[in-house]
C-alpha cells in the first residue's frame, strides 16, 4: 500500500492501471500510423488522451480495478461492457467536440490492439505478480479477541493482496487465544521478527498500560526497519474506515488528517458547481420522464421533502422524487427503510435502484446545503439517537453532507443502529482523509454502484 493524497492505494492495483493506460493511449496511436500510415500529420495526444481516460473511467465503473478474485470469463465480460460504455462516451466527445473526430477505420484498429493488449494485461498481471511483487509479512502482537481479529482478516481473502500472516507474539495481561497461532518466545521479539523475516508488527491488545507491551523490543524492531502500527491505523490502511472501537481521541486528535480550511472548501465548491450543473443538464430528459411516470401511477406531488442534518448540526431541507406512497407515514413516526419496503412505489423502486430519485439533490448542492461527495445526511429524529448510542457520530457533521460518500460505495444499503455504526466507520476515514483525489475516486465507485444497482432499497 502506498499514501496518496491522503488516501491508501494498493500498489498491484496502481501498477496495473499505469500499465493498461499504457496499452490504450499506444492503441490509438499504433492505430492512426497503421491506418493513415504517411498521411499522420501529427501525433493524436489529444485523441489518445481522451480515449484513454474515458476507458479507464468506464473500466473502474465497472469495478475493474477493485480488489477481487473472480473467473477470467467475468473479467472478460466486464471489459467488454466497459468498452461498450467507452464507445457511447467517445461518441459524445466526437459530437461535442468534432475537431477531434477518430475515423472508423482507425477505431477499428485501435479497437484490435486495445482490447487484446488489456486482455493478454489481464491474463498474464495477476500471475506474475503473485510471484514478483514483494509480501508483506505481519506479526501480530497480542493474543486477545483483537488479536484474532485481525489474524481472520489476514487469513481472508490473502490471495488478492500483497499482505501476510507471519504469526503472533504473546503479551502479558492478554488471555489466551483459541485461534491456532504461533507460539513465540516472549522475550525475543527481535530475534522472532528476524527469523520469521516480519515487515510490519501489529499491536492488537485493548488495554496498553501497565507494562502490557514490550515498548523497549519494539522501539528495536523499529529501529531495525520494522514497520509498527496500531490497530487504527492498521485498519484505516487496509479496509479504508476507522473502526470504532480501536479508535481513541487522542489518536484522532494528535494524528494526521481532519484538515479544514479555505482553499479546500473553495476547490470543493467550485467543483460541486461544476459537477452539479454538468449533471442536472444531462439529466434534465431523465428527470422529466420520471416525474411524468410518477404522476401516472401515484399522482402528486412529484418531489419530496424531508428534514435532514448537515454541516454543524444545522437541519435542512432535502429534495429526492417522491419513491414511496403519499401515506408512507401516516403515524407521523420516521422509519427506516427496509428490503422489499411495501410502501416503495412500482416506480419508486425502479428509481431507487437506478438512483434517480436523488438527482434533485442536486439542487441542494447549487443551493449549498449539501456537497457532492460527503457523508449521507441522516433525518434528526434517527440522528439524536445514534449520537447517544454510538461514539464520534457528530464528527461526520464537520464536514458537509452529499449526495454520494464513501460508505455508500463501501457498504451496502443501512437500516438500522447497527448499519449506521459500520457506515460511520467509512464516514470518518472520509472526514479524516477527504481531498479531491479521493472525491473523484468515489465518483468513479459511484458509477459502478449505479450501474450494477448495488445496496438499493
Given amino acids: 500500500m502506498i499514501r496518496l493524497f491522503n488516501h491508501y ?6 501498477l496495473l492501471t499505469l500499465i493498461e493506460a499504457t496499452v490504450l ?15 499522420v500529420t501529427h501525433l493524436p495526444i489529444t485523441e489518445a488522451a481522451i480515449f484513454t481516460s474515458v476507458m479507464l473511467l468506464t473500466m473502474t465503473a465497472l469495478g475493474l480495478y477493485q480488489a477481487q478474485t473472480e473467473p477470467f470469463r467475468s473479467t ?19 459530437y461535442l467536440v468534432p475537431v477531434i473526430y477518430v475515423g472508423r477505420g482507425v477505431f477499428a484498429i485501435t479497437s484490435i490492439f486495445a482490447l487484446g493488449g488489456v486482455l493478454l494485461v489481464r491474463l498474464l498481471f495477476f500471475r506474475l505478480t503473485d510471484f514478483g511483487l514483494p509480501r508483506r509479512r505481519v506479526l501480530v502482537l497480542g493474543n486477545g479477541p483483537e488479536a484474532e481479529d485481525v489474524i481472520r482478516f489476514l487469513h481472508e481473502g490473502a490471495r488478492g493482496r500483497s499482505i501476510r500472516y507471519a504469526g503472533m507474539y ?14 513465540i518466545n516472549h522475550d525475543q521479539l527481535l530475534r522472532t521478527v528476524r527469523d520469521l523475516k516480519v515487515s510490519e508488527i501489529v499491536i492488537a491488545v485493548r488495554e496498553r498500560r501497565g507494562g502490557v507491551l ?16 496500531d490497530l487504527a491505523s492498521f485498519y484505516e490502511r487496509e479496509k479504508g474506515l476507522l473502526k470504532i472501537d480501536n479508535v481513541r481521541a487522542s489518536w484522532l486528535i494528535f494524528g494526521q488528517g481532519f484538515d479544514q480550511g479555505a482553499t479546500r472548501d473553495v476547490v470543493k465548491r467550485m467543483f460541486d458547481i461544476v459537477v452539479s450543473l454538468a449533471l442536472l443538464t444531462a439529466a434534465l430528459p431523465i428527470l422529466l420522464v420520471t416525474m411524468v411516470a410518477i404522476v401516472v401511477e401515484s399522482g402528486w406531488p412529484v418531489f419530496y421533502r424531508q428534514e435532514r442534518v448537515g454541516q454543524g448540526g444545522k437541519p435542512f431541507q432535502i429534495i429526492k422524487l417522491r419513491s414511496m406512497r403519499q401515506d408512507a407515514e401516516k403515524d407521523g413516526k420516521p422509519r427506516w427503510a427496509g428490503a422489499n419496503d411495501d410502501r416503495v412505489t412500482r416506480v419508486g423502486r425502479f428509481i431507487r435502484m437506478t438512483r434517480i430519485d436523488e438527482l434533485p439533490q442536486l439542487y441542494n448542492v447549487l443551493r449549498g446545503d449539501m456537497s457532492f461527495v460527503g457523508p449521507r445526511p441522516e433525518r434528526p429524529y434517527f440522528v439524536s439517537q445514534l449520537i447517544d448510542e454510538i461514539p464520534y457520530y457528530d464528527v461526520r457533521h464537520s464536514v458537509k453532507p452529499g449526495v454520494t460518500g464513501w460508505s455508500q460505495v463501501r457498504y451496502p444499503y443501512g437500516a438500522s443502529v447497527e448499519d449506521a455504526l459500520a457506515k460511520l466507520q467509512y464516514d470518518l476515514y472520509y472526514v479524516k482523509n477527504h481531498s479531491l483525489f479521493l472525491d473523484l475516486l468515489i465518483l468513479a465507485e459511484t458509477a459502478q454502484v449505479v450501474l450494477l444497482g448495488k445496496g438499493a432499497r
Wanted: a positive charge; one cysteine or more.
Fill in 9 to 14: 492505494l494498493s500498489v498491484r492495483t496502481l
Fill in 25 to 39: 493511449f499506444q492503441s490509438v496511436l499504433l492505430g492512426f500510423q497503421l491506418r493513415l500510415s504517411s498521411d
Fill in 76 to 94: 472478460v465480460q466486464r471489459i467488454v461492457v466497459a468498452y461498450g460504455l467507452a464507445l457511447m462516451l467517445m461518441s459524445l466527445v466526437f
Fill in 170 to 183: 504473546p503479551v502479558i495481561g492478554e488471555r489466551e487465544s483459541g485461534a491456532a497461532a504461533r507460539r
Fill in 214 to 229: 514490550p515498548l523497549r523490543q519494539l522501539l528495536d524492531c523499529k529501529l531495525d526497519g520494522v514497520r509498527v502500527m
